[in-house]
């Protein structure tokens, strides 16, 4: 999304640019309530959900998030971060997410780099008013999904356009940035070097409906694109890696194929420990903390009788992952006219 404008001078500090690193949201507590209110935001979106809302509405409100609530804060409450050193805790996505914001703002002096959610707290819409409302005049948004997805991407998109007296400006993917597959691939290096070498490395992406990429959203191709590049920067064999795909919601087909049924087939090959890594996560959160650390852990001991799964942290705020950020979005900005 671009908008002409005067190229951005990164040699000093500018007070009207701002970058956006924008993750897509989480609740405010690990309670039912709270929780409640963050996926009725979430859902609500037709990228997310596209049933006729006459259809979903009431669905929603008086089915799914009444369930669900309480469920889902159970799972919050088991990973919810307590205030340390570093600075107030919460749900490590706000938590993980804020501190890698501040870890770009350091990697570029020039610009004001803050972040915010499409969905809850920091709000990105409510964001982008009081941005502009500061003299802030050209926005570049960074989402921080590595892969583009229809579902995801193109809602930061959407808010974008509505955006009055802004430019704007959106990183549509970083699947294959040269500085973000090399921040991964260390990552895994570095766990490696701690614990040892696990054998089997098991790439798990978010989930998708089938039908999204049967529309023509590139998701799946780019996620294939980011393990393969990865697998590639270590130096693995294709026997030595599996890509699959977590966190599956609703009845309708989803892409595979899934973790846990990948994690049960590795584990019939005679496999004990597998190595797991979230490329498609820029900071850890529900889907990997409980459910790949604990939850599919678990399923995988199960499978093995006392395998072990081991989970490799995303990058969070990794200074390379900082500073792959920063070229990305430095380039941006010096290539926006």
Known sequence: MNATSAP?????????????????????????KAVRRYLAEFLHDHRVVSLTRWLWCPLLHFVILPIRGPKVAH???????????EGPGGSPLAVYTRRLAQAVQRELP???????????NPNFRALLERLRGEGIRRVLAL??????????????????ERADGLATRMVEDYHLDAGWVEAVAMSIRDYRARHGDGGHLLFSFHGLPQRLVDQGDPYAAQCE?????IAGALGLEPSQWTLSYQSRFGRERWLEPST?????ALA?????????????????????????????????????????????PCLNDRPDHARALAAIARRELEAWR
């Open 268 to 312: 019939a090959r005679g496999i004990r420990t597998v190595d797991v890594a979230a490329p498609g996560f820029a900071v850890d959160c529900l889907e990997t903390l409980e459910e790949v650390a604990m939850m599919l852990a678990e399923e995988f001991a199960g499978h093995t009788a006392g395998g072990s799964l081991r989970y490799i």
């Open 260 to 264: 846990s049924d990948t994690l049960a």
């Open 75 to 85: 799972k919050y409450a088991s990973i919810w971060l307590a205030d340390d050193a």
């Open 143 to 160: 989402p921080l999904y590595p892969q583009y997805s229809t579902s995801t991407t193109a809602s930061v998109g959407d808010v974008l």
């Open 110 to 120: 020039g610009v004001r780099v803050v972040d915010a959610m499409r969905y809850g």
């Open 225 to 229: 694109a980011s393990a393969a590049a």
């Open 8 to 32: 951005v001078d990164l040699s000093s500090a500018r007070g009207d640019t701002a970058i956006v690193l924008v993750n897509l949201g989480t609740p405010d507590a690990p309670t039912a």
